[in-house]
């Protein structure tokens, strides 16, 4: 009887799930630093110029949803997938990918091809042991050549690695964490961001604030880094010792795309306090639009939010009022001898100012209560004409959007 009831007891220990592992952080490593200029070996990969469908992150602040809109169709299917209040989604080599922020600290891997359900779930900890008890706050994901994610992180000095498992309910491996500190303000930390991938290359956003007053304290920086099996940073600046990057004219970072006008892929377009021009082959800028400009039109850095273009090239700014209790679209124009900001539409409200452009139809994030969702503008025509289905209701209040192709 004994023996029966022994081996019970070990029949049941032995159903009984393994409790998850308690997070641990990746290694911190120093990359190598190899000296000149990275010479590119690939077009940039921007944002998809044709896509089918938007992926909707939308939250009333208190929980949030993941949801996907047909363009063709305006058919909206609000609501697939659990998110944050603070999510952000990023689409890149057809995956989507769905990155919880501030205080959450955990990045979704979602289906596009079966309603948005989960692939991959896992936790971000920072690396770096003066950061690893506050929020790491990962802010962007990119792809490399060989499959794995990278991440940023805006709350520790680090970009991290991720290797996605073969095999059936395998869990995501934290493989490294590039130690970037030495691109940091005086608080230790760069406030990393934005990540653009240009052949094996990575360029990544650091934009440099005081963390107690939260306004910027040193020149935003687009650091690149080649993310192999050996990171190495790049040492090109006489001036100073240790690993450079690439100091951009306008504060901080914003929303970016492809410069049609460079066939090699090479250049970007990208909104700060200013609209500027970036050669990441040489690693040069020069404004489109700058920053005194916008200044004289009221616009200061923090208000400048979406930006795109249309099937004609031209460039297009989702901005605030100075309280932020109102959103214009302004248009770009550059057909003088000076450029010029040209209020198309008023009287939107938003709580990011999201904008997608897809061929000569803008989509923008609104959040009026009673009546949020994405508000559709036909560009095409002067003045701008809103959509008769507009605005197409998500859910919740629509927070961030990203292209997808499906």
Same mark, same amino acid.
């Given at each position: 009887?004994?023996?029966?009831?022994?081996?019970?007891?070990?029949?049941?220990?032995?159903?009984?799930?393994?409790?998850?592992?308690?997070?641990?952080?990746?290694?911190?490593?120093?990359?190598?630093?190899?000296?000149?200029?990275?010479?590119?070996?690939?077009?940039?990969?921007?944002?998809?110029?044709?896509?089918?469908?938007?992926?909707?992150?939308?939250?009333?602040?208190?929980?949030?949803?993941?949801?996907?809109?047909?363009?063709?169709?305006?058919?909206?299917?609000?609501?697939?997938?659990?998110?944050?209040?603070?999510?952000?989604?990023?689409?890149?080599?057809?995956?989507?990918?769905?990155?919880?922020?501030?205080?959450?600290?955990?990045?979704?891997?979602?289906?596009?091809?079966?309603?948005?359900?989960?692939?991959?779930?896992?936790?971000?900890?920072?690396?770096?042991?003066?950061?690893?008890?506050?929020?790491?706050?990962?802010?962007?994901?990119?792809?490399?050549?060989?499959?794995?994610?990278?991440?940023?992180?805006?709350?520790?000095?680090?970009?991290?690695?991720?290797?996605?498992?073969?095999?059936?309910?395998?869990?995501?491996?934290?493989?490294?964490?590039?130690?970037?500190?030495?691109?940091?303000?005086?608080?230790?930390?760069?406030?990393?961001?934005?990540?653009?991938?240009?052949?094996?290359?990575?360029?990544?956003?650091?934009?440099?604030?005081?963390?107690?007053?939260?306004?910027?304290?040193?020149?935003?920086?687009?650091?690149?880094?080649?993310?192999?099996?050996?990171?190495?940073?790049?040492?090109?600046?006489?001036?100073?010792?240790?690993?450079?990057?690439?100091?951009?004219?306008?504060?901080?970072?914003?929303?970016?795309?492809? @410069?049609?006008?460079?066939? $090699?892929?090479?250049?970007?377009? /990208?909104?700060? !306090? =200013?609209?500027?021009? &970036?050669?990441? #082959? *040489?690693?040069?800028?020069?404004?489109?639009?700058?920053?005194?400009?916008?200044?004289?039109? @009221?616009?200061?850095?923090? $208000?400048?939010?979406?930006?795109? /273009?249309?099937? !004609? =090239?031209?460039?297009? &700014?989702?901005? #605030? *009022?100075?309280?932020?209790?109102?959103?214009?679209?302004?248009?770009?124009?550059?057909?003088?001898?000076?450029?010029?900001?040209?209020?198309?539409?008023?009287? /939107?409200?938003?709580?990011?100012?999201?904008?997608?452009?897809?061929?000569?139809?803008?989509?923008?994030?609104?959040?009026?209560?009673?009546?949020?969702?994405?508000?559709?503008?036909?560009?095409?025509?002067?003045?701008?004409?809103? /959509?008769?289905?507009?605005?197409?209701?998500?859910?919740?209040?629509?927070?961030?959007?990203?292209?997808?192709?499906?």
């Amino acid at each position: 009887m004994k023996r029966l009831a022994s081996a019970g007891w070990l029949l049941a220990a032995a159903c009984t799930p393994e409790p998850e592992p308690e997070p641990k952080p990746p290694p911190l490593i120093d990359a190598v630093i190899e000296s000149g200029y990275p010479s590119l070996d690939g077009p940039c990969r921007g944002p998809i110029s044709e896509p089918t469908h938007l992926v909707v992150t939308s939250t009333d602040f208190n929980t949030g949803a993941v949801g996907l809109v047909d363009l063709q169709t305006r058919e909206v299917v609000p609501d697939l997938a659990l998110a944050s209040s603070d999510a952000v989604p990023i689409v890149d080599a057809g995956r989507v990918f769905v990155i919880n922020r501030f205080g959450f600290d955990y990045i979704d891997e979602l289906d596009p091809h079966d309603r948005l359900a989960l692939i991959h779930e896992w936790p971000i900890q920072a690396a770096t042991p003066a950061n690893q008890d506050a929020p790491a706050n990962p802010h962007a994901l990119a792809l490399d050549p060989a499959g794995r994610a990278w991440v940023s992180l805006h709350g520790a000095p680090e970009l991290q690695r991720f290797a996605f498992p073969t095999l059936q309910a395998a869990q995501v491996h934290a493989e490294l964490a590039v130690d970037l500190s030495s691109f940091a303000d005086a608080d230790g930390i760069p406030e990393l961001s934005r990540i653009i991938g240009c052949g094996t290359h990575l360029f990544v956003s650091a934009e440099r604030i005081d963390r107690e007053l939260w306004i910027p304290a040193a020149q935003t920086v687009l650091i690149p880094i080649r993310p192999g099996a050996e990171p190495a940073l790049f040492e090109f600046d006489a001036d100073q010792p240790g690993p450079d990057a690439i100091r951009l004219l306008g504060v901080g970072i914003g929303p970016w795309r492809l @410069d049609p006008g460079d066939s $090699q892929g090479h250049v970007i377009l /990208l909104l700060n !306090s =200013g609209l500027e021009r &970036i050669d990441l #082959a *040489s690693g040069t800028s020069e404004w489109v639009v700058p920053q005194q400009l916008f200044e004289a039109a @009221d616009y200061e850095r923090l $208000q400048l939010s979406g930006f795109d /273009l249309d099937s !004609s =090239g031209r460039a297009w &700014i989702s901005a #605030a *009022s100075p309280d932020f209790a109102s959103f214009r679209l302004l248009r770009v124009d550059l057909s003088g001898p000076e450029p010029a900001l040209v209020t198309e539409v008023e009287g /939107l409200e938003s709580v990011t100012g999201a904008l997608e452009i897809v061929g000569d139809q803008a989509w923008f994030a609104d959040t009026t209560i009673g009546a949020s969702g994405l508000r559709v503008f036909d560009l095409s025509q002067s003045p701008v004409v809103e /959509l008769p289905e507009s605005p197409l209701a998500v859910g919740l209040p629509p927070m961030s959007l990203a292209p997808l192709s499906l």
